[in-house]
């Protein structure tokens, strides 16, 4: 099995697979947009927007494991990361509660 075999969950809920990514460079990360390090946001954006076009992508994997610093829904994780850092990577649906 590898990476592009799993199917998770947009941030808005559709489905899709891993495989939509292949051939691209992936940095996946694990964010919690409550945390101290979430101004690390505004850097992953910056990123993302100078390489996208490369074929570089970043998949944002909200988590409310640590300490509780991913505490909203789904769509209040997505307009928080909107508003405040202006993610525009794709982010998934919430792991850990």
Do not use: W
Request: hydrophobic fraction near 30%; charged fraction near 20%.
């Amino acid at each position: 099995m590898s990476i592009f075999d799993l199917q998770v969950n947009t941030i808005t809920g559709k489905l899709i697979t891993l495989s939509n990514y292949r051939g691209k460079v992936l940095l996946i990360v694990n964010t919690a947009s409550r945390c101290s390090y979430s101004r690390q946001f505004a850097g992953l954006q910056r990123l993302y927007e100078s390489h996208t076009e490369q074929g570089f992508e970043i998949l944002g994997f909200p988590c409310n494991q640590f300490n509780e610093k991913e505490p909203g829904n789904n769509s209040e994780v997505q307009e928080y990361c909107e508003s405040n850092f202006r993610v525009r990577f794709p982010l998934f649906e919430k792991m850990g509660g």
